[in-house]
């Protein structure tokens, strides 16, 4: 090989060599944009992540709901009731003294309770039976008696208004009849009415002398099966009976009742 030949092959080789030395001081070792200081390894190629689909997790158990207040008193009632008979069935002092303390909570409950009523009536007079039916000894007679003089009007204005009719038997097959006669006969004569005096089987008696004998009339009223004696309102325009009772009925009890027949509806009683 000839000198210049050799000359022309050593200036290719310097001329590669000064190229790949500037190329790396231009772009870095690691063909990146870091040209200072050294870097004795490079980052590795990243590596292509898998996606992995996400399994949901399990919803939540619903909620459970509230107790009512019937179920709440329920289980406190069947808890109460075990730890008694627990303690009847072994009263050892552990036990007998748990179901004190149970007894005692419920009794602080009750009494909560009934102090709460008695405040809500002291300020709500339409909850308050004593405005009606006063409990005070003071208040019971005035009531009493303001009740008395109501029964008393509403038999007079009863008996003037509708008919009072009195059946009755002798005293051999009616031995009630023969004070009951007695009691009408002295309302008869106190509130001054008229009474409709019937005898089922023709014996009379020397207060009502006048007393019509049963000729029918009493199955007309459908009464015949009814003991005896019998006391009854009748309205003249329409035929229609109310039964005040059967048997022996005192004063106050007839009092009582034809104010209730007549001028009480029904439901308003107490």
Do not use: H
Not at 142 to 158: H, N, S
Not at 194 to 210: K, M, N, R
Request: net charge negative; hydrophobic share 40%.
């Amino acid at each position: 090989m000839s000198v210049k030949v050799l000359g022309i092959i050593l200036v290719l080789v310097f001329t590669t060599q000064s190229s790949r030395v500037m190329a790396a001081q231009n772009t870095g070792w690691c063909q990146d944009d870091i040209t200072a200081g050294w870097s004795f390894y490079c980052d590795p190629e990243p590596e292509e992540v898998e996606e992995v689909e996400e399994t949901p997790l399990p919803a939540p158990p619903p909620a459970l709901p509230k107790p009512t207040a019937t179920e709440e008193i329920m289980q406190y009632r069947a808890e109460l009731d075990e730890l008694k008979y627990r303690a009847v069935l072994n009263p050892s002092e552990e036990n007998v003294q748990e179901y004190m303390f149970a007894q005692q909570a419920m009794v602080g409950k009750a009494k909560e309770f009934t102090d709460q009523w008695q405040r809500i009536i002291f300020k709500t007079p339409a909850l308050d039976a004593n405005i009606k039916y006063p409990i005070s000894s003071i208040g019971t007679n005035i009531y009493q008696d303001q009740t008395r003089q109501a029964q008393e009007d509403a038999f007079v204005r009863a008996a003037q208004n509708n008919g009072l009719l009195f059946v009755f038997e002798g005293p051999e097959t009616c031995g009630v009849c023969v004070p009951a006669v007695g009691i009408i006969a002295n309302m008869r004569d106190e509130f001054g009415i008229e009474v409709l005096a019937v005898t089922a089987d023709g014996i009379t008696y020397p207060q009502f002398p006048d007393a019509v004998r049963d000729a029918g009339q009493l199955a007309t009223l459908r009464l015949t099966d009814f003991p005896k004696p019998i006391l009854a309102l009748v309205d003249p325009g329409s035929g229609a009976l109310d039964i005040i009772g059967s048997g022996l009925i005192t004063k106050d009890q007839i009092l009582e009742r034809v104010r209730i027949i007549t001028e009480i509806p029904v439901g308003e009683r107490y």
